[in-house]
């Protein structure tokens, strides 16, 4: 029992202090550079028809889902093109990427190129061969003549896209409402718990700086002043705020919902609001993949370096067939184990084309074929790019090895 409980506060510390201070400084600065231009980074997208498929993948490449998220309506709208859809999609790094760059910097800064470089080339080659869903639809036809263009038209350019009314608010937006309850109570507490939780996220920061600087040393629950003490305090508080306000507070501040992009906030206030928000989502699904993965070795015993050790090439198909998952909570499994030293390189690299992240859910609300269609073209680079990583570059730069960049 007391294994279990020092993995349980060991993994709350861990994940608030090693990766969510720095997810919520990756969230707020991209938060403020919104508020700061007034949503001035969609309009650049929607007005350089050439370069939109580059700056799909740019904001794919943001750590967290919300440069992504945010293409996805400009494609409903039919402002982009559906190669920028896929661009987006494919070098999309989800939140899981808030993992690896704490824990495996180097293992990130390779991985995330490469399927930057993937998704873009794919991107690319989908609107100059006009591979969008058009040509699907045709393809189609013939078995479901009722299932209607539901895709921007790329040919020869972005065209209008006439499935879609484009009067009403966008579909990744309806939150802007605010929060769903209001109680005498809970709702300052809440704003309370929001203010408290960044006070231990700049802490926090500084702390997790810290613990990289030293190279990522043991740290022993404590109690106390000193740095494993405050590391220990300030992880397990932090934390336990993420929680309140993933469960609790996001009904009586901010949004009121989660894993939703903005194209701009009214005020700082606003956005820091939303940046804590968006921090706790991802601080919960961190400590569920700490606590499955380490439970599972406690409990079973379980050797999971050996089990992908085993499985060959077929872990780099393994890793792209996870990315086909929605959602960051599966991916940010497979990184933590990455993290753990239980997946090789290749594998990491498939599953950060493959993964779409949150990104693809209002997609998948408006559009469903667009999006299984995207999906599609983003999982046959990431088993090619895998494989070969495995086979050729892997024994040559140590990329199909176990642990390769981790600290």
Same mark, same amino acid.
């Given at each position: 029992m007391n294994e279990l409980l020092d993995v349980l506060f060991a993994s709350l510390r861990d994940g608030y202090v090693q990766v969510s201070?720095?997810?919520?400084?990756?969230?707020?600065?991209? =938060?403020?550079?919104?508020?700061? &231009?007034?949503? @001035?980074?969609? /309009? #650049?997208?929607?007005?350089?028809?050439?370069?939109?498929?580059?700056?799909?993948?740019?904001?794919?490449?943001?750590?967290g889902c919300g440069?992504?998220?945010?293409?996805?309506?400009?494609?409903?709208? =039919?402002?982009?093109?559906?190669? &920028?859809?896929? @661009?987006?999609? /494919? #070098?999309t790094a989800g939140d899981s990427a808030f993992v690896i760059l704490a824990l495996a910097?180097?293992?990130?800064?390779?991985?995330?190129a490469i399927a930057f470089a993937a998704?873009?080339?794919?991107?690319?080659?989908?609107?100059?061969?006009?591979?969008?869903?058009t040509r699907v639809d045709n393809a189609v036809s013939q078995l479901s003549p009722a299932m209607a263009d539901g895709g921007t038209v790329v040919n020869n350019g972005v065209g209008p896209n006439p499935a879609h009314d484009y009067g009403g608010p966008s579909p990744t937006h309806s939150h802007e409402s605010g929060p769903d309850r209001v109680s005498r109570v809970l709702t300052p507490l809440s704003h309370l718990a929001h203010v408290l939780w960044w006070a231990a996220a700049l802490v926090g920061l500084g702390l997790g700086t810290l613990y990289l600087l030293r190279g990522g040393p043991e740290v022993p629950l404590a109690l106390?002043?000193?740095?494993?003490?405050?590391?220990?305090?300030?992880?397990?508080?932090?934390?336990?705020?993420?929680?309140?306000?993933?469960?609790?507070?996001?009904?009586?501040?901010?949004?009121?919902?989660v894993a939703r992009a903005r194209d701009s906030?009214?005020?700082?206030?606003?956005?820091?609001?939303?940046?804590?928000?968006?921090?706790?989502f991802v601080t919960v699904w961190v400590l569920v993949a700490f606590l499955v993965y380490e439970y599972a070795v406690v409990l079973t015993g379980l050797d999971v370096t050996a089990i992908a050790a085993t499985a060959g090439v077929l872990a780099p198909?393994?890793?792209?067939?996870?990315?086909?998952?929605?959602?960051?909570?599966?991916q940010i499994l497979l990184a933590s184990v990455y993290a753990e030293g239980g997946l090789p390189f290749s594998a990491l690299s498939a599953n950060a084309i493959a993964q779409d992240g949150d990104a693809l859910f209002p997609l998948l609300a408006v559009d469903a074929k667009a999006a299984i269609v995207a999906t599609i073209y983003n999982f046959l680079p990431a088993v090619v790019v895998g494989v070969a990583l495995h086979l050729l570059w892997g024994p040559v730069f140590g990329m199909a090895q176990f642990g390769f960049g981790v600290l």
């Open positions: 201070t720095f997810v919520a400084v990756t969230i707020l600065a991209f =938060g403020l550079i919104q508020y700061w &231009t007034d949503g @001035a980074v969609v /309009g #650049a997208i929607e007005n350089n028809e050439r370069l939109q498929v580059l700056f799909g993948g740019l904001l794919g490449l943001t750590p440069g992504a998220i945010i293409v996805m309506p400009l494609y409903v709208r =039919g402002t982009v093109s559906f190669g &920028t859809v896929v @661009a987006t999609l /494919g #070098a910097p180097e293992a990130a800064l390779y991985a995330y998704s873009v080339a794919t991107g690319y080659l989908v609107d100059s061969v006009g591979l969008g869903v106390g002043l000193g740095f494993d003490g405050l590391f220990t305090i300030v992880g397990i508080s932090g934390a336990v705020l993420s929680l309140y306000l993933y469960g609790v507070g996001r009904h009586y501040v901010g949004e009121g919902e906030f009214g005020s700082i206030y606003d956005t820091l609001t939303h940046a804590a928000m968006e921090t706790s198909i393994g890793g792209a067939m996870v990315g086909l998952i929605p959602g960051c909570g599966p």
